[in-house]
């Protein structure tokens, strides 16, 4: 079974920087698609960036320009640098990771709060 560990985030103020991590344990051989999405309580889910295995990235209109997303394959750790942050970015931040291991796996991270203050 593959576990998403998350770390990072907390509060910060308009303008600032933070980055959040990712990181995959278990019985893991590849990725296939990694993505952060972030969730405002009372609203869906949202896709705020994505990465293939072949490192081609989407990223939402709202945090192109702003966020980055990257990989550690070393680590099996997938990363969220966001900067210029913005108070509309408060959110909690949730990774997923598809990929392959004794089987397909399709799995999700415990959630991050994010708050930026203006």
């Known amino acids: ?8 985030g907390g509060l910060m103020q308009l303008g600032g920087s933070l ?3 990712c990181a995959a344990s278990g019985s893991i051989t590849m990725f296939f698609a990694m993505a952060w999405y ?6 869906q889910r949202n896709l705020v960036a994505s990465m293939s295995n072949s490192g081609i990235t989407n ?3 709202s945090v ?3 966020f980055t997303i990257s990989r550690d394959n070393a ?6 640098q966001m900067n ?5 970015d408060t ?3 949730y990774c997923n990771i598809q990929g392959w291991g004794t089987g397909d796996f399709d799995a999700w991270g415990q959630g991050t709060q994010v708050t930026v203050s203006s």
């Not at 079974?1 to 990072?8: F, H, K, P």
């Not at 210029?84 to 509309?88: D, G, I, N, V, Y």
């Open 38 to 43: 972030r969730q405002v309580p009372g609203e």
């Open 64 to 66: 192109k320009g702003r």
């Open 75 to 80: 680590k099996n750790t997938v990363y969220l």
């Open 1 to 8: 079974q593959v576990q998403l560990v998350q770390s990072g």
């Open 59 to 61: 990223y939402a209109d």
């Open 84 to 88: 210029s942050l913005r108070p509309e």
């Open 91 to 93: 959110a909690v931040y």
């Open 19 to 21: 980055r959040l991590s």
